[in-house]
DNA sequence: CATTAACCTTCCATCCTCGGGAAGGTCAAG
DNA sequence: CTTGACCTTCCCGAGGATGGAAGGTTAATG
């Protein structure tokens, strides 16, 4: 199989799977005439590594979890410390969004949006507590 | 006032401040020294974008919302617009984590995580629609 | 046989938002 | 005079690709 016929197998741009093949997660043969030569097993690789990488796994994650999943030997409890690791990244970031969402849903609300320039939204993001040099103290 | 005092004021890295020069979100003068010199107006400009950046808008809308915030016939609507279609960004991308989420927590709830090398994880990665590619009918 | 179109190759640059670190200039205190 | 804390510019790297240029290969046409 060309590139070709792996990208449009594993729905990965033909880019892409040149690139993880530059880092190292694929490593598929060469033919006389210098393109790449797909094997099965390389095109069920590129189909695990989008799906991983469709879940969030980092490239990093994706080459740990690639070596468990060729592992026959591996504890499952390895594969799942990784997902686990990965779900708390992603709640922390899910966290952080709807913190942002609500302060920004806020602002949106208490601004008129109309013709006139008093907005709470640039209110908000001008004021607060700069700090400020130490001057002459009026103490 | 140096790089290093609005750093402090600002609660931005000096790094920041710089590259936020660089792509001209501001423009300090310079000492004789050839240090950058701040004014107050930088340093609010500063803080502004420390907040605006907080709430995860992105440089080019923080260049938007700081030119609207300096227009003082500025549209409050103008303002709103450009948050709203953050909040929507910001929900999609909620969205979008939320169902990785539930799917990695389902995974991970249904794997052991013990010794033994069967994993649902690794199965539901390696496994699913891949396509193939047209070879003789078997019909 | 010549051409064309669809492949494929490598290499280099770009996106975004900085952060790290090198090499070197400046300034105030002791 | 030295020390240490500043400051400067410059280049490199991250993650994870993506775009494009310049050129080789192959299959199907006329």
């Given at each position: 199989m060309n590139i070709g016929d792996v990208a449009r197998l594993s729905g990965l741009p033909a880019k892409t799977i040149r690139y993880?093949?530059?880092?190292g997660l694929v490593d598929p043969l060469r033919s006389n005439n210098?393109?790449?030569a797909f094997r099965e097993s390389d095109l069920h690789?590129?189909?695990f590594l989008?799906?991983?990488?469709?879940?969030?796994?980092?490239?990093e994650d994706c080459r740990?979890?690639?070596?468990?999943?060729q592992d026959r030997s591996r504890?499952?409890?390895?594969?799942?410390?990784v997902a686990t690791e990965h779900l708390g990244r992603i709640d922390a970031k899910i966290s952080e969004l709807v913190e942002m969402r609500n302060t920004v849903a806020h602002l949106i609300d208490a601004c008129a949006g109309d013709q006139r320039p008093d907005c709470?939204?640039?209110?908000?993001l001008g004021s607060g507590p700069i700090k400020r040099l130490a001057g002459p103290s009026t103490h």
């Amino acid at each position: 199989m060309n590139i070709g016929d792996v990208a449009r197998l594993s729905g990965l741009p033909a880019k892409t799977i040149r690139y993880y093949e530059a880092i190292g997660l694929v490593d598929p043969l060469r033919s006389n005439n210098g393109y790449r030569a797909f094997r099965e097993s390389d095109l069920h690789k590129l189909h695990f590594l989008g799906r991983a990488r469709s879940l969030g796994f980092s490239i990093e994650d994706c080459r740990t979890l690639l070596a468990l999943y060729q592992d026959r030997s591996r504890a499952s409890a390895d594969v799942k410390l990784v997902a686990t690791e990965h779900l708390g990244r992603i709640d922390a970031k899910i966290s952080e969004l709807v913190e942002m969402r609500n302060t920004v849903a806020h602002l949106i609300d208490a601004c008129a949006g109309d013709q006139r320039p008093d907005c709470p939204i640039l209110g908000d993001l001008g004021s607060g507590p700069i700090k400020r040099l130490a001057g002459p103290s009026t103490h």
